[in-house]
């Protein structure tokens, strides 16, 4: 719970503090609707089968692996960039560049004569966009002060959310009016967005400094002590936490009900028949709008109820909130029923993504914020990317309702982790 000497809702939501991390979400959130969400749009309308196109989720798991290289991120400078902007702002510039290269690239493949070039092209956007995560992920945290990490994880999924607009919908005007690869070049211009917050934007305050180098050691007992202080310790560090493998489970399986309907969204409203454009106006803009509805209401939940009570309480909305996907069905090609769905889903999503957020940035220690949120973001990605992959082929075989019905039950065991982690270490996170 935030404490009383905290100052007020609204003088933490002047500071120019929250409009960088704003400006952050939208270089965040636009790269992902293209590595999968637009694409799978994409390749159902190339012809591609439910199953392949659920395959395609894999793509992302540069997302669950991106632990593996933030302690590089969070340790080693870019000797030029870092004299000229600092270590996060040049690591962030640096990846960003390559992005957009790396979009530009992907949108002149060609799903349906050579899948293998475009699953490569969405393997590379995949790869930049995760690494720009754990800058941009770090960079928030440090820029932020404790009281103000609820009310930033509303404001980074506010510009998420818009970075995924632009990604979403933006991409299918694009693509209506001019084809695919027009749109994915539209993509990449709309990343300068990133590129202008960086350059206007000031370097974070410094984490701990990473102990200096053993004097008159060689190179080997150096890397050795590299490896300690910029792999080991963050993760021993986290270990101490109580109940820590609980929380593990807890952060892979939190989203897994939403990642699993959302994973056949896109092959869904194709297979009702409803068109690029319909699915822009409704399911991306207004959908987009009502999840910025719904994180700002759950900033200013977490900021007065605490994180445990918002994470149940999202968490149980987000997971009902699958069932508006069955009525979708039964209804069929509707698009006032799907204005329904979508305001209903995105609203609850929107909640749970801003309390998900912020439990995940309590969990960092600010001497090892990119390496500590890596693993913690990385593993919440399993149940986007690895473990919803077979959605594709779970739809195929038990239709829609079925498959909508089953992803609500997979919301349920992480909210019973959730309940054990607040009965058996009240005074611990998530309620710190």
């Known amino acids: 719970m935030a404490d009383a000497a905290a100052p007020g809702l609204r003088a933490v939501w002047r500071e120019p503090r929250l409009a960088t991390v704003l400006g952050l979400g939208f270089a965040s959130g636009l790269p992902l609707p293209l590595t999968f969400g637009t694409l799978s749009f994409w390749l159902a309308e190339a012809g591609v089968s439910r199953t392949a196109i659920g395959l395609f989720?894999?793509?992302g798991s540069a997302y669950s692996l991106k632990f593996l290289w933030a302690p590089a991120v969070d340790a080693l400078p870019l000797p030029g960039l870092t004299r000229w902007f600092g270590r996060r702002r040049g690591w962030t510039l640096a990846v960003q560049a390559a992005l957009i290269a790396a979009i530009l690239a992907l949108g002149f493949t060609d799903p349906a004569a050579a899948p293998a070039w475009t699953a490569a092209g969405a393997v590379a956007v995949a790869f930049l966009s995760a690494t720009q995560d754990i800058v941009i992920d770090a960079y928030r945290i440090e820029l932020l002060e404790p009281e103000e990490q609820g009310l930033g994880a509303a404001a980074v999924q506010w510009g998420y959310r818009g970075g995924m607009l632009a990604g979403s919908a933006g991409a299918l005007y694009a693509a209506a009016a001019g084809g695919w690869p027009v749109a994915y070049g539209v993509m990449a211009a709309l990343m300068l967005v990133g590129v202008?917050?960086?350059?206007?934007?000031?370097?974070p305050r410094q984490p701990a400094a990473t102990p200096a180098d053993p004097a008159g050691t060689g190179a080997a007992a150096r890397a050795a002590?590299?490896?300690?202080?910029?792999?080991v310790a963050p993760f021993a560090d986290f270990a101490t936490r109580p109940g820590w493998l609980a929380v593990l489970l807890f952060v892979v399986l939190y989203k897994?009900?939403?990642?699993l309907a959302g994973v056949m969204a896109n092959p869904f409203y194709v297979a009702l028949g409803f068109t690029k454009i319909e699915v822009a106006n409704v399911a991306k803009v207004f959908g987009v709008a009502a999840t910025l509805a719904g994180l700002a209401v759950a900033g200013v939940i977490v900021y007065r109820w605490g994180l445990f009570r918002s994470l149940l309480v999202c968490g149980i909305l987000q997971a009902l909130s699958n069932l508006t996907?069955?009525?979708?069905?039964?209804?069929?090609?509707?698009v006032r029923v799907l204005t329904l769905t979508i305001l209903l889903e995105n609203f609850t999503g929107g909640m749970g993504s801003a309390a998900f957020v912020a439990y995940l940035s309590s969990l960092c220690s600010l001497a090892f914020t990119a390496t500590q949120y890596a693993l913690l973001s990385s593993l919440a990605a399993v149940g986007r990317t690895t473990l919803s992959a077979g959605g594709g082929w779970l739809a195929d075989r038990l239709d829609w309702v079925p498959f909508f019905l089953?992803?609500?039950?997979?919301?349920?065991p992480a909210l019973a982790i959730l309940l054990w982690l607040g009965r058996r270490f009240p005074a611990a996170p998530p309620d710190r």
């Not at 202008?196 to 370097?203: N, Y």
Request: proline share 3%; hydrophobic share 60%; no cysteine.
């Open 57 to 59: 989720a894999l793509v």
């Open 325 to 334: 996907y069955v009525v979708q069905a039964w209804a069929g090609n509707d």
């Open 225 to 231: 002590a590299w490896f300690r202080d910029s792999v």
């Open 256 to 259: 897994l009900g939403d990642a």
């Open 196 to 203: 202008a917050t960086v350059l206007l934007s000031p370097e």
């Open 406 to 412: 089953a992803t609500t039950a997979a919301a349920l």
